[in-house]
């Protein structure tokens, strides 16, 4: 991409909005972060300092940068109302607004194999990805003035700087490496034989940034994943022959954990999808191999934390 722009990235001192505040200044863009002013943000931004929680604060730090931004990307609307927020301050103010979504978004009880964006049954209870789609349809139904918006449903986003684990019991665990290195069981329900396709937080963030100015992704909506679909076991088995080790993993009956965790119903199902909007989109399409992320993510972990 050779034409430079102004970007404000919600978020960029968290995993993803790091990786693509990190990615947006390595290609030579104006970037600009909003964050709480709580944790250091990638180097070579500019940071504004509010808590989007507070409004009357969110709003004067928008209003105070003065800018018309060419794309915002939110990597942290998890709420109508936060996205209601975006919809209201950026519609004047912006050019795209890129949100975030997930692909618990979806039905796990209708879903389609492969996945694509035509399946319409989504949650509705009041899960994490019930209230995910209720964002989306703030920017689908909402009144966006001259502002495009494209909305992303990523898988499990794994990559350095955030924690490895895909599947319950071993969901992004800090001691996950301690626990293989020991040869301690892995408790994986259905012992981790559901299907799935993560995707590399920098694969994802140089997809984010290919949408900027890419007409193709105004007002569409796109099932974002890596190119490897594999069993969820087989995730942890890559993690245990890069330490050398063998992973022991111990099975969790599918309906004992959903009878004791019924929130948890999104990762009990196979998560494959079919990329062809993606791909027909003309965006950067991830395709980090799975066992070469995962190397790098536990490289990272070894080398940045004592496990």
Not at 220 to 226: K, N, Q, S, V
């Amino acid at each position: 991409m050779d034409k430079k722009y102004k970007l404000l990235i919600i978020g960029g001192s968290g995993f993803l909005s790091g990786t693509l505040a990190s990615a947006a200044v390595s290609q030579g863009h104006d970037v600009y972060v909003l964050t709480r002013g709580q944790k250091p943000v990638p180097g070579g931004v500019t940071a504004l300092v509010a808590d989007r929680h507070d409004e009357a604060a969110f709003s004067k730090a928008v209003a105070e940068a003065a800018f018309h931004w060419d794309a915002v990307f939110d990597c942290i609307c998890f709420t109508p109302e936060e996205a209601r927020q975006d919809v209201w301050e950026f519609k004047n103010r912006a050019d795209h607004l890129v949100m975030v979504s997930t692909d618990f978004v979806y039905d796990p009880g209708n879903r389609w194999f492969p996945q694509t964006e035509a399946n319409m049954n989504f949650l509705t209870d009041e899960s994490y990805g019930a209230r995910k789609r209720l964002c989306e349809l703030e920017f689908i139904n909402g009144d966006t003035g001259n502002m495009v918006y494209t909305v992303l449903r990523p898988a499990h986003i794994y990559g350095p700087g955030s924690y490895l684990g895909c599947l319950p019991e071993e969901v992004r665990n800090p001691g996950l490496i301690s626990k293989i290195m020991e040869g301690e069981p892995l408790p994986l329900v259905g012992g981790g034989y559901f299907l799935q396709q993560p995707i590399f937080a920098e694969d994802l963030a140089e997809l984010m940034l290919s949408c900027i100015g890419n007409e193709r992704t105004y007002n569409e909506i796109f099932c974002t994943m890596g190119p490897d679909i594999i069993e969820s076991r087989k995730y942890y088995k890559i993690i245990a022959e890069y330490l050398g080790r063998e992973a022991v993993i111990e099975e969790i009956p599918v309906n004992q954990f959903l009878a004791e965790h019924p929130d948890a119903m999104s990762f009990m199902c196979h998560r494959i999808y079919d990329l062809s909007k993606l791909k027909n989109a003309g965006v950067k399409v991830p395709s980090t191999k799975i066992r070469d992320g995962i190397h790098k993510t536990v490289e990272s972990l070894l080398n940045t934390t004592d496990y």
